[in-house]
């Protein structure tokens, strides 16, 4: 199989639970074939400035938004599909999604996923930075760094590009292992 997931969120603050945004790309056979992106209110409707300053997302944006439990029960559950994920410092993403799942009392479901982040430093040894804005500049691709979307867009579009150097032929699974990156477990 060689479907998955790109995901992406920006936050109000430091807390993980406090998702603003999310930004989802179903990729099936290494193509794009859906996207998805929501605005979420977070549980404390409050947005530390340096935050918007990144993002650009302010207290209007997301005070009429859907929180993220009717989010997920409404579109993201489903959309997922059980495919694997794949996020640009995953650990971040993934520490998002399960305190948010966590918070609003949701199952936190078995979920694989890897990281573009660390593909990329095995697909591209060398570079002085491996930020996704860092290495869309490198590879000349235009996007909108901080939107869910488009950073999810994003590590998608790089995980294709490796995918290019290792083989697209090969499963996942098996691209994945040639490329010295491991899948984990949510």
């Known amino acids: ?34 996207t998805f992106y929501s605005l979420i ?22 005070k009429d938004a859907h929180n993220f439990k009717y989010i997920w029960e409404n579109a993201v559950y489903d959309f997922l599909e059980d495919l694997p994920l794949v996020a640009h410092n995953a650990s971040f993403d993934m520490g998002v999604l399960k305190a ?16 573009s982040c660390s593909l990329a430093r095995k697909t ?35 995980v294709q590009m490796s995918v290019e150097i290792f083989g697209k032929k090969k499963t996942l699974k098996a691209f994945l292992k040639t490329a010295n990156t491991k899948m984990k477990i949510l």
């Open 41 to 62: 209110r977070p549980p404390k409707l409050y947005i530390l400035p340096r935050f918007t300053d990144i993002h650009g997302l302010t207290i209007d944006d997301v």
């Open 100 to 115: 948010v799942l966590q918070w609003y009392d949701l199952p936190v479901p078995r979920l694989s996923y890897f990281c």
């Open 1 to 34: 199989m060689n479907d998955f997931i790109a995901i992406d969120f920006e936050t109000a603050m430091y807390a993980p639970n406090s998702a603003i945004s999310i930004g989802l790309v179903k990729y099936r056979d290494y193509e794009v074939v859906d």
């Open 124 to 158: 591209w040894p060398g570079f002085r930075s491996y930020s996704l804005s860092a290495l869309a500049k490198n590879f000349n691709i235009i996007y909108k760094a901080h939107n869910a979307l488009d950073d999810a867009k994003t590590c998608g579009k790089l």
